[in-house]
């Protein structure tokens, strides 16, 4: 026997056209969808409050497009080239050369880059390279002159 709080009874039910049943599915569906979004939301503004970059579905897409992060963080900061340039210590050349992606960054620069935009570093990372690796030219020129130093005074030219 069932008991009295779990027994349909029948003044409780109610009978409905299955067009209004549907709607009203519809309608339930949209609202569990609404909450979920709005719980998604609640979460960012928090992680934005704590400092985590909030940003727009234009910017996520962008980004998710593969262009190239530094240039649409900082137009997201609205900074030119020439002023991230400047903050960082490095030429609006150079930078725009990164942002082409003509010369690679080394993870040192792409990390005051990142700081300087004020979003993670992980942002950056992927486009980031060893410091040999940006300029193999100027690490293979150092390595010269500390193999010069490193040998004995006599042998030097």
């Known amino acids: 026997m069932k008991s009295r709080s779990s ?5 409780d039910m109610v009978t409905i056209p299955r067009v209004e049943y549907e709607r009203l599915r519809e309608l339930a569906r949209e609202a569990n ?7 998604l939301v609640a979460r960012a503004k928090k992680e934005a409050s704590a400092g985590a970059p909030l940003f727009s579905k234009e910017i996520a897409d962008r980004l998710g497009d593969g262009e190239n992060p530094i240039r649409v963080l900082r137009e997201f900061r ?8 400047a ?4 030429t609006q050349g150079y930078l725009s050369d990164l942002e082409n992606g003509k010369r690679k960054g080394p993870l040192a620069l792409h990390s005051k880059i990142a700081r300087k935009l004020g979003v993670p570093f992980e942002l950056l990372a992927a486009i980031a390279v060893s410091e040999e ?3 193999p030219k100027r ?3 150092r390595k010269r002159v500390v193999e ?4 004995p005074r006599k042998y030097r030219n």
């Open 87 to 90: 903050s960082v210590g490095i």
């Open 7 to 11: 027994a349909v009874r029948a003044k």
């Open 139 to 141: 690490i293979a020129k």
């Open 148 to 151: 010069d130093y490193a040998r």
């Open 133 to 135: 690796e940006a300029d």
């Open 78 to 85: 609205q900074e030119t080239q020439q002023e991230l340039a």
């Open 33 to 39: 969808e609404d909450a979920g979004t709005a719980r």
